[in-house]
Structures are given as structure tokens and as C-alpha cells.
């Protein structure tokens, strides 16, 4: 099992910045992918960014050049740093983990950027 805790979670005007922290804890494996994903108000949940255990990094086209995912191996924490916000980006933020041993998301962290 994995638990995922996140945080950083708030209320921005718009232009502002963010930033999401992830813990991973239980039985982690070395090679992995932690992500953050989001869901807004009536939409399905999307992929926001995801990182590899070796720093390989995915974008959704719609963050790109805004959002910076990074992580720390050693603390097993995924960070996502957002600037630019804006009020398309309000959503639930989950952050998620895969491994051999499967899937895992977070509780969420509510994001709401204000015009």
C-alpha cells in the first residue's frame, strides 16, 4: 500500500502562483511515476504533469510553460509549482502514484483562482 498526502491547496487571483506538495509513504518502489492530475466542476479528470523516478516529465499541452513539476526521490514528494494561474485552472488537484505494485491517488486539494 501507498498513501499519498498533498497540500498547498488555496484561493489565488488570477496571475498568481502555487505551489502543490505530494508525500508518498508505505511500500514505494525505487522506479515509479507520481503525477498531478485535476478534475474540474462537471469534467472528467485530467492529466496535469507527471515525473518519473529518473525526472523524465509530461505536460498537458493546456500547463505547459506555466506549471513546473519536480520531485525529490529521497523524500519520496512530488512538488507542482503554478504560476500564471488562471480561472480555467480552478479544480480538485489529485496527486497519483504508479508502481509494479499498482495505482494510487491522493485525497485532493481543492485549487481556485479567482479573476
Known amino acids: 500500500q501507498v498513501q499519498l498526502v498533498e497540500s498547498g491547496g488555496g484561493l489565488v487571483q488570477a496571475g498568481g502562483s502555487l505551489r502543490l506538495s505530494c508525500a508518498a509513504s508505505?511500500?514505494?518502489?525505487?522506479?515509479?511515476?507520481m503525477g498531478w492530475y485535476r478534475q474540474a466542476p462537471g469534467k472528467q479528470r485530467e492529466l496535469v504533469a507527471t515525473?518519473?523516478?529518473?525526472?523524465?516529465?509530461n505536460y498537458a499541452g493546456s500547463v505547459k510553460g506555466r506549471f513546473t513539476i519536480s520531485r525529490d526521490n529521497a523524500k519520496n514528494t512530488a512538488l507542482l509549482q503554478m504560476n500564471s494561474l488562471s480561472p480555467e485552472d480552478t479544480a480538485v488537484y489529485y496527486c497519483?502514484?504508479?508502481?509494479?505494485?499498482?495505482?494510487?491517488w491522493g485525497q485532493g486539494t481543492q485549487v481556485t483562482v479567482s479573476s
Open positions: 515525473i518519473t523516478s529518473g525526472g523524465r516529465v
Open positions: 497519483s502514484y504508479t508502481a509494479i505494485g499498482g495505482s494510487y
Open positions: 508505505g511500500s514505494i518502489f525505487s522506479i515509479n511515476v
